[in-house]
Antibody, heavy 116, light 110 residues
Framework: EVQLVESGGGLVQPGGSLRLSCAAS????????MHWVRQAPGKGLVWVSR????????NYADSVKGRFSISRDNAKNTLYLQMNSLRAEDTAVYYCARAPPSFDYWGQGTLVTVSS | QSALTQPASVSGSPGQSITISCTGT?????????VSWYQQHPGKVPKLMIYEVSNRPSGVSNRFSGSKSAYTASLTISGLQAEDEADYYC??????????FGGGTKLTVL
């Protein structure tokens, strides 16, 4: 059974940092491109970032470029998202998902709240 | 990286068919056949319904179908059922090696 389990969310002050993790199982993680997608409360899905299978190539949405960093540890079957200089508008549920090119597996999401 | 354009809401009666449009540009929808559609019920995780414009994953009802013409992709749901009431999102790969979602469409089954 495919499982993606996110962790690391929580309440953080503006300007703060947080590191999200996504533990994968049930599929070939090391051969899969992985993504982070977020959804602000009551809003739509927004693509955040992706990393290729060996971690050598990454891409980011303009809204997070320079502040967020995606990485992976294939030995641990784990995906990460390091989030720095957090803003109120980063408040959202963050999902990890597998693609390309379609997001076929999704985690349950972890809530990040940026507030003072 | 502007969001793809979807209608905010659509509605239909049980048994009817509805179509949700998803309009992009030459840099996304018009560039590749990598358009996909997702269903999301309130408080739930998005579910892949259509991939690569018109393909259904295993287990998805054949009442769901997809198509594309130029810069606009479409999701059609035939024989509407109460359980189809949900939010629907389209997504496309882009020429910038990024992905973009539509703003979402709320489907109401009357």
């Amino acid at each position: 059974e495919v499982q993606l389990v996110e962790s690391g969310g929580g309440l953080v002050q503006p300007g703060g940092s947080l590191r999200l993790s996504c533990a994968a199982s049930g599929f070939s993680f090391s051969n899969s491109w992985m993504h982070w997608v977020r959804q602000a409360p009551g809003k739509g899905l927004v693509w955040v970032s992706r990393i290729n299978s060996d971690g050598s190539t990454t891409n980011y949405a303009d809204s997070v470029k320079g502040r967020f960093s995606i990485s992976r540890d294939n030995a641990k079957n784990t995906l990460y998202l390091q989030m720095n200089s957090l803003r109120a508008e980063d408040t959202a549920v963050y999902y990890c998902a597998r693609a390309p090119p379609s997001f076929d597996y999704w985690g349950q999401g972890t809530l990040v709240t940026v507030s003072s | 990286q502007s969001a793809l354009t979807q209608p905010a809401s659509v509605s239909g009666s049980p048994g009817q068919s509805i179509t949700i449009s998803c309009t992009g540009t030459s840099s996304d929808v018009g560039a590749y056949n990598y358009v996909s559609w997702y269903q999301q019920h309130p408080g739930k995780v998005p579910k892949l319904m259509i991939y690569e414009v018109s393909n259904r994953p295993s287990g998805v009802s054949n009442r769901f179908s997809g198509s594309k013409s130029a810069y606009t992709a479409s999701l059609t749901i035939s024989g509407l059922q109460a359980e189809d009431e949900a939010d629907y999102y389209c997504s496309s790969f882009t020429t910038s090696s990024s992905w973009v979602f539509g703003g979402g469409t709320k489907l109401t089954v009357l």
